[in-house]
């Protein structure tokens, strides 16, 4: 659990697909929420919209490579960063840490290490305070998990309140349908697939019970868009 209470949410970046998805899965299963950046331009902007705990940063990345994306993220704020890299040279490891990273492991490494150093960045940082996302007249509380559409109060399931609040994070960006599957409910979706419209159709019902213009919009093809 992360210091305030909340789970903890975890962003890996890495541009090897299967290393990625099988340290999403793991961490999964220990309990974390998990989002992955396939390089540093996505790392940056998810690390804005997802506000993330900590950052698994892989060192060798296309395009903006580790050491550029750390100092990016620490120049923007104090979010600790485990860097993950098969560079075991000492000229890497004084690199790294130097440009922002706060601990530095070496690939392969041993889960239950990693789940370690992890726990020991999450206990170091400070808790969050309870920061209101808003979108328009919509107001939403991570940490009361309260959310108001003006004077009125909004009352929500855990998993819509988890949708909701993804889609707020992520204002005015269409997000797809299977990245809310993936990145909301964690699963596969393939043998369920009226799980999002159902969702959907339930949170804007709610948010436009009391004659409020629409805010949660479809795309048709795309996906859906939270935008006042």
Avoid: C
């Avoid at 620490?74 to 040279?89: K, N, Y």
């Avoid at 909004?154 to 599957?181: A, D, G, H, K, P």
């Amino acid at each position: 659990m992360a210091t305030d209470g909340r789970t903890p949410r975890v962003l890996i970046v890495e541009d090897d697909v299967e290393i990625a998805q099988a340290l999403q899965r793991s961490l999964r299963l220990e309990g974390y929420e998990v989002r992955i950046a396939p390089d540093g331009e996505q790392a940056l902007t998810d690390a804005r919209s997802y506000v993330p705990d900590v950052v698994l940063l892989d060192l060798g990345l296309p395009g903006l490579d580790g050491v550029d994306v750390a100092r990016r993220l620490r120049a923007d704020g104090d979010v600790p960063i485990l860097m993950l890299t098969a560079r075991d040279a000492l000229e890497s490891r004084v690199e790294g840490l130097d440009s922002g990273a706060d601990d530095y492991l070496v690939k392969p490494f041993e889960r239950q290490e990693l789940l370690a150093r992890m726990r020991a960045l999450l206990r170091r940082r400070p808790p969050r305070g309870a920061a209101a996302l808003t979108v328009g007249d919509l107001a939403l509380n991570p940490d009361t998990h309260e959310v108001r559409r003006g004077e009125r109060d909004v009352e929500l399931t855990q998993r819509e309140f988890e949708l909701l609040e993804y889609l707020m994070r992520n204002e005015r960006i269409v997000v797809s349908r299977q990245r809310l599957l993936d990145e909301v409910w964690g699963y596969d979706p393939f043998s369920q697939t009226n799980t999002i419209e159902v969702f959907v159709s339930n949170l804007r019902r709610k948010l436009e019970a009391g004659g409020e213009p629409r805010l949660l919009h479809t795309i048709r093809g795309a996906g859906y868009v939270l935008r006042a």
